[in-house]
């Protein structure tokens, strides 16, 4: 009865170990991501104001 119940608990800790681990590396893949996006819109920004002040020159 005990060994049930200790296997139990231990196989429930590793499952949710590893159910958070892989939560944990879709939620940063998808933070990358957005800060990937970010970046970009960014360098985006920049680029078309400094090509507006030239042509403003």
């Known amino acids: 009865m005990a060994d049930?119940?200790?296997k139990k608990i231990v196989?429930?800790?590793i499952w949710s170990v590893i159910l958070t681990l892989?939560?944990?590396?879709?939620?940063s893949r998808e933070?990358?991501?957005?800060?990937d996006k970010y970046h970009e819109t960014?360098?985006?920004?920049?680029?078309?104001?400094?090509?507006?002040?030239i042509q403003i020159r």
């Open 22 to 27: 892989y939560a944990y590396g879709k939620v």
């Open 42 to 53: 960014q360098y985006i920004l920049l680029r078309n104001h400094s090509y507006q002040s």
């Open 11 to 13: 196989t429930t800790l």
């Open 4 to 6: 049930a119940l200790i």
């Open 31 to 35: 933070f990358k991501k957005a800060i």
